[in-house]
Antibody
Framework: EVQLLESGGGLVQPGGSLRLSCAAS????????MSWVRQAPGKGPEWVSV????????DYADSVKGRFTISRDKSKNTLYLQMNSLRAEDTAVYYC??????????WGRGTLVTVSS | EIVLTQSPGTLSLSPGERATLSCRASQSVSSGYFAWYQHKPGQAPRLLIYGASSRATGIPDRFSGSGSGTDFTLTITRLEPEDFAVYYCQQYGSSPITFGQGTRLEIK
């Protein structure tokens, strides 16, 4: 059974940093493209970042480019999202999902990030 | 980027009825690269439909997707109690992938 479990969310001040993790199981993590998607309160989901399965190419939404970094540790079957220079508008539930550049076939339950002073 | 607009915002129906959810794209979505998701509070979003009309693994056949170009539809025949949730559409024919704002399907 495919499982994705996010962690690392919390309350952070504007300008601060946070690292999210997503522990993956039930599939060959290293060969799959993975994405982060966020959902702000009352809004639809917004794609944030993607990392490809084979050569670890990455891409980012314009809203986070230069501030967020996606990475993966294949030995730990874990996906990461390093978030720096956080802003109030980054407040959202962050989901990791399997897939990218196409539909997302499995998602986690998400972790809440709140940026506020 | 392609903007997706879902309608209605909220749909109130009774179990056993038929639900029709719509999603309109601001530009044509190439090759029917379109998906639908179901999301219940506290749960992971669930893929229902991809390729505009293909059901994902384990999705009951009361869920069906149709459409092309800029207009797409999710139909749920004979609503079951567990179908009441929020539904999102997504396009992946153009980068970046984008989602609609959601339709809340509630029990009447």
């Amino acid at each position: 059974e495919v499982q994705l479990l996010e962690s690392g969310g919390g309350l952070v001040q504007p300008g601060g940093s946070l690292r999210l993790s997503c522990a993956a199981s039930g599939f060959t993590f290293s060969s799959h493209t993975m994405s982060w998607v966020r959902q702000a309160p009352g809004k639809g989901p917004e794609w944030v970042s993607v990392i490809t399965g084979g050569n670890n190419n990455t891409d980012y939404a314009d809203s986070v480019k230069g501030r967020f970094t996606i990475s993966r540790d294949k030995s730990k079957n874990t996906l990461y999202l390093q978030m720096n220079s956080l802003r109030a508008e980054d407040t959202a539930v962050y989901y990791c999902a399997r897939g990218g550049f196409r539909y997302l076939d499995y998602w986690g339950r998400g972790t809440l990030v709140t940026v506020s002073s | 980027e392609i903007v997706l607009t879902q309608s209605p915002g909220t749909l109130s129906l009774s179990p056993g009825e038929r639900a029709t959810l719509s999603c309109r794209a601001s530009q044509s979505v190439s090759s029917g690269y379109f998906a639908w998701y179901q999301h219940k509070p506290g749960q992971a979003p669930r893929l229902l439909i991809y390729g505009a009309s293909s059901r994902a693994t384990g999705i009951p056949d009361r869920f069906s997707g149709s459409g092309s170009g800029t207009d797409f539809t999710l139909t749920i025949t004979r609503l079951e109690p567990e179908d009441f949730a929020v539904y999102y559409c997504q396009q992946y024919g153009s980068s970046p992938i984008t989602f609609g704002q959601g339709t809340r399907l509630e029990i009447k």
